[in-house]
Structure formats: C-alpha cells, structure tokens
C-alpha cells in the first residue's frame, strides 16, 4: 500500500510516498480503508521532533514510527479476532490512540485500530468532513465544554480562531449559546464570521488585551499575549484556557506555556486558569458525530490535497495560512 513516510527529523522536503506492507489487523482491531485524513500541528511536531522531550517516546535520534496523520475517516474492510461493534462496509472515523504501535499512521491507504475508537460517519457527511472533526473537534471540545462552561450569557474570546481547532471552538460555543469574538487576521475575518462569530479582532492591528470589554472566558490557541495581560480583560469569574502555543524553546516547546499557566493556577486560584492535554475517545468523537448529525457543526476546509501533496500541506499549515482544516484525500 502507498503511505507517507520519513526517516529523519526534520523538514517537510523529508517527506515522501513509499510503498510499505499493508497492516494486518490484531485482536480487538479493525482494519480501514483511509479515504480522507486531515492535518494537524501534532503532525508537525511529530515530523520535526520537537519539542525534544516528546522524543522521549516518539524516538530520541530517529522516528519510532515512520508515518504521520492522526485523524482518518473511512471504510471498514477487515477485523482482527475479538473485534465487534462495526460490519465490513462500516464508514467510520476517529484519532489514534496515544498507545498506537503501527508501522505507519493516517496518511496512508490502510490502517488498524482498535474497534471500539472508530465512531460510525453520520448520513450526509462526507468521509473530508469527518476527517477534519476528531482532534481538532475534541481539543476545541475539551477547551468549550469543559474549560470554559460555554452557555447563554457568556462572553467567549477565541485567539488563534481561524485555524482547525478555532473553528471548531466558534461554533461549539455558539452551539453552547454564548456571544463570541474571535481573534484573527482581517485576511480571515469573513469565514470566522461565516462559522459563527459575533465580533471579530484583527490582531495585527488590535490588542484584544487593551480593550474595555471583560470576556468570561479567553479559549487561547494562539497563547499570543501574556497571561497577565490576558487576566486583565477576564470578568471576575472568568476562566483562561490555554489549548497550544508558539514553538517556545526547543528542549519543552509550547509545554512550556502549559506550566506556566499550572503555576498561576497554583498561585492564582486553581479553578480560574485551566488547560486542554488530553487527546479524544470515541466519546468525544461521538458527541461531535451527534453534532455533524444534527447541523452545529459543519467543518470548515481551507483546501483538499492527494497523498503525494502531504509536502505541501504540511508546509502551509506550518506558515499559519491555513484557514480551517487541511484535508488529504486517497
């Protein structure tokens, strides 16, 4: 089968198409067809190694596992011994697991994982929409839901709204039924508008932390701003919720963000500055299928590539001009 494979740590010019085994399903594993999987800044990380401390489990001096691609949505064309809950011909979609051990990941015709991960496609969606949903939804899910109580009244900001998980964080907080402002380039001012926005902030020419408004909740992707001038615009129950951040410095990279805002929890008060590490279940996974279903979500695609153009959409995705989800399609 065709997949994408790297060597060595480094940049997207060390990605290409190689010809691998197909995997073999194993017990409590189902077999799938990719047809669409979609890019991520774990993909990122994982291709140039960094922050370094990842490498602790991802490899030290070379690649552990060969592929990238986390999120797949496809077919089920095979099933290991014990595998129930999915019938070949199952259009089914999903992340991999942290523990995943396979030979190559998403971006690729074929992969095996365990049954109970993959979520049944909802009618009507298409296998590049599912694919955009399940790590970019759950993290946008994990910050809305969970992080910042999103509901009627409250006051959202989004920094960082125009990437995968800002788009998806709009419309779940609109969902939810709170007023949101999004934070982005003027160039992507339109579809954060069209995903949902109340009001929109062009960074580059505003600084959402010298304004009078008070937000109940600041969703930071971007982590642009220091988080003491990010408590300033905070109303007086509001929460922060850190969800990534810029590359920081090479040995913790954005982990680096992530305990400072665990610090200023543990000096600040604990309940008022919160963080998204988690990666998704099928639960998750399941809740935003119930979403795509019923129409509050609708995934946003910047732009549909091939497996041979991963190079590319790795490369655009790392300059920030991506607008929403870039897709891969076999």
Known sequence: ?????YDRYGSPDGVRVDRIEKPVPRAGEVLVRVHAASVNAADTHLLHGRPRVMRLSTGWFRPKIRGLGLDYAGVVEGAG?????HAIGDAVFGELPQDYAGTARTFADYVCVPAVSAVRIPAGVSFA?????????STALFAVRDGAEASAGKHVLINGAAGGVGMHAIQLAK????????????????????AGADDVIDYRVQDFTDGDARYDAIVD???????????????????????????GNGLLGPVSGLLAVVGRSMTRGGDRWRYVARSSTAAEVTTLAGLLAGGGLRPVIDRRLPLEGVPDALRHLEEGRACGKVVIEL
């Open 175 to 194: 969902h939810a039924g709170a007023t949101v402002t999004a934070v982005c380039s003027a160039g992507k001012a339109r579809a954060v508008r069209a």
């Open 129 to 137: 929409e599912a694919a955009t949903v399940p790590l970019a939804g």
């Open 1 to 5: 089968m065709r997949a994408i494979v």
């Open 81 to 85: 011994p014990g595998a129930s809950g």
């Open 221 to 247: 992707i971007a982590c642009s701003r220091p988080l003491a001038r990010c408590e300033r615009v905070l109303a007086a129950q509001g929460r922060y919720v850190w969800v990534g951040g810029p590359a």
